[in-house]
């Protein structure tokens, strides 16, 4: 088995813009988002809030759930959203 992984999903507000993403680190990578360190997308659409997240024991097994995640359409990724945190809290402090 491998190192472990994360997929998640930041946005800049409820309802807002979404970026989904994985990592093996998800303190490190929601502080970098938090931040604005990280050049791109997310730093551009203002995707700070830590909304969703999913670990797993495996980092390539977290990628290809972000690849499957990639191809959903938006009132998915918002569904699950909804279910896990209905309040669009940021999670990053549970971390």
């Given at each position: 088995m491998g190192k472990?992984?994360?997929v998640?999903?930041?946005?800049?507000?409820?309802n807002g813009t979404l970026y989904l993403g994985v990592t093996s680190n998800l303190p490190q990578r929601a502080y970098q988002h938090r931040g604005g360190l990280i050049d791109g997308f997310?730093?551009?659409?203002?995707c700070k809030r830590l909304v969703w997240f999913e670990a797993f024991d495996d980092l390539n097994m977290a990628r290809e759930?972000?690849?499957q995640m990639k191809?959903?359409?938006r009132n998915w990724k918002l569904r699950v959203i909804e279910?896990?945190?209905?309040?669009?809290?940021?999670l990053s402090a549970t971390l």
């Open positions: 472990s992984g994360y998640y999903l930041m946005a800049n507000r409820r997310s730093k551009k659409h203002g759930r972000e690849r191809k959903w359409k279910e896990h945190n209905p309040r669009w809290r940021d």
